[in-house]
């Protein structure tokens, strides 16, 4: 039954889809601590900064991951709910990889998906806080 294989591909990247949130916030939470610690150590640097940016940059390539899980879940859903004929390839179960690699952009593509999901709101913040009060304090404090 081709049904319930796509319902255990939906349920398995549902499960996945979740994790990546988590360490998205995982990832925020570290730049937090990078950014507590070097304040009450007094280290604060450019060195953290590059740091803190970095971080940022890690969280949208994970939110990238997690947007490509987004997509197959839901044509999985729509398959499931109207019973989609799956007639074409994506209509088969566990094509993740297959339909991602059919359409995988260039590097220059890569870079572009990178940096649009460091400005989604979801992504940036906290980062671009972070990153503005240390900013700030090396050049007008400091």
């Known amino acids: 039954m081709p049904t319930s294989k796509l319902a ?38 450019l060195f953290v900064l590059f740091l803190l940016l970095i971080l940022w940059l890690q969280d949208a390539i994970w ?7 987004d997509i197959r879940l839901l044509q999985l859903e729509d398959y499931l709910s109207n019973e989609h004929a799956l007639e074409n390839r994506d209509g088969f179960a566990f094509q993740f990889n297959s339909l991602y690699a059919q ?23 906290p980062h671009i806080v972070l990153v503005t009060l240390l900013s700030f304090y090396l050049i007008f404090i400091r």
Do not use: M
């Open 103 to 125: 359409n995988r952009p260039g590097n220059v593509g890569l870079l572009k998906e990178y940096l649009g999901q460091s400005f989604r709101p979801t992504v940036a913040f």
């Open 63 to 69: 939110k990238t991951f997690q947007a490509r899980i």
């Open 8 to 45: 255990s591909e939906w349920s398995l990247l549902q499960n996945q889809y979740d994790s990546y949130e988590k360490y998205s916030l995982l990832i925020k939470l570290s730049s937090i601590g990078v950014l507590s610690t070097s304040h009450f150590t007094n280290h604060l640097s």
